[in-house]
């Protein structure tokens, strides 16, 4: 086995893949290395929407670079993509003021959106309730997909074109930059060596660097998803997001009437205690993924965050998803949660140990939008390749 590369990343997730598919595509060899038997994380935990409109104007660049790799991807293997747009519903006069103000800001970045009536959402869009609905903002770029057949598919794909060396079942134990070029030992006692080394692996990455870790600022989101049962003789188009979301998204952040109506809202209400926005999805085979919520600890005590579903959540979620469709059945098949790593301070942590070994991780909630978009910047900058 050849064990010299000229990159190694640590973590096969999104963020992880996509460095790995820009590097390959720039001509770079590359080695992956995923701990487990295939990524468990928030790559898989999550609504697999692909969504540059819910991103503030320097992230929605990555954003709209990534929307065009899947797009590209697409045409050479099925990611399970379907280009059926996204949509904001907003259920009062200041979400429809908000979304307003997002649809100018996106005319003026020369991102195509379009604003809906009412009965245009409700045509649009089966089973929108006329109670709750008062217009839209509609996407039609934006993609969904099934995330968790999305990565594996993507991966096969690299190891069968590109040659990724992919291993996984590897848990990585050091990583350090010897003689000038980077040596990563594993827990199994094997070593690989590359030029570069890049590391994706979430808050895991405290156990190669606790220092850096420690005084990273980085903090664990925990949030719940429901999928319900197949809707039989039913079908929800694009990425339905809706009130909450209008008033939580990066983008919105942006518009000028956000800031005082974000200073209105009850700070005591339940879905600001438990961060919860109402977004619908529906898969590919006809089951309906409804969430999420958010809960938060300082990533050095991410255990406080527990291991349970909290019941409570999902039923306030499904009390509130209800006032906003009419789905044929509300049958849960399946709960989980996912986690993911942010920073309270930076859009992403991005830092170098040296010139040789990057920690690039805590990409938050972005991860499927922004990865590909960033993952091809970073790599151009860490080999200083021409854009």
């Known amino acids: 086995m050849n064990r010299k590369t000229d990159l190694i990343i640590i973590g096969g997730g999104v963020l992880g893949t996509f460095h790995a598919y820009h590097a390959m595509q720039m001509g770079l060899s590359v080695r992956l290395i ?22 503030d104007s320097k992230w929605q660049q ?19 993509l379907r280009q059926e747009g996204t949509v904001y519903i907003a259920s009062n006069g200041e979400e429809l003021a908000l979304i307003e103000e997002l649809h100018k800001i996106n005319k ?15 045509e649009k869009f089966h089973g929108i309730k006329s109670s709750y609905c008062k217009g839209g903002l509609y996407f039609p770029e934006e993609v969904t997909i099934d995330s968790n057949q999305m990565i594996h598919r993507l991966q096969e794909y690299l190891v069968k074109k590109y040659q990724l060396i992919y291993n996984i079942n590897t848990t990585v134990s050091n990583c350090e930059t010897n003689s000038g070029s980077v040596v990563v030992s594993t827990t199994s006692g094997q070593q690989f060596y590359a030029s570069k080394a890049i590391i994706c692996n979430g808050s895991d990455f405290k156990i190669l660097y606790p220092d850096v870790f420690f005084k990273s600022n980085i903090e664990v989101t925990k949030l719940q998803i429901m999928q319900t049962v197949k809707q039989k003789n039913y079908r929800l188009r694009g990425n339905v997001l809706t009130g909450l ?5 990066e983008s919105f952040s942006e518009c000028p009437s956000y800031a005082k109506i974000k200073v209105n809202e009850d700070v005591n209400s339940l879905d600001k205690r438990w961060g919860i926005h109402i977004i619908f ?23 406080d965050l527990g291991y349970e579903i909290e019941m409570p959540i999902d039923n306030y979620i499904i009390q509130e998803a209800k ?34 070994i990057h920690i690039v991780t805590a990409i938050g909630g972005k991860g499927m939008t922004g990865s590909g978009g960033y993952a091809k910047e970073k790599i151009q900058q860490i080999f200083n390749l021409k854009k």
């Open 245 to 249: 979301s209008i008033r939580r998204y």
């Open 62 to 80: 990555y954003g709209l670079d990534s929307l065009r790799t899947y797009l590209s991807l697409q045409k050479e293997l099925n990611l399970t």
């Open 34 to 55: 995923e701990k487990d038997n295939k990524p468990m994380g928030a790559t898989v935990r999550n609504f697999g929407q692909v969504v540059p409109s819910g991103l």
């Open 281 to 303: 999805k529906q898969a590919l085979d006809g089951t309906m993924y409804l969430g999420d919520s958010h809960m938060y600890a300082d990533a050095k005590n991410c255990d």
């Open 323 to 356: 006032k906003i469709v009419n789905l044929p059945s509300w049958e849960i098949q399946n709960r989980w949660y996912g986690v993911y790593a942010q920073c309270k301070d930076k859009d992403i942590f991005d830092h170098s140990i040296d010139e040789n």
């Open 108 to 122: 003026e970045n020369d991102y195509e959106s379009l604003l809906l009536t009412k009965d245009e959402c409700i």
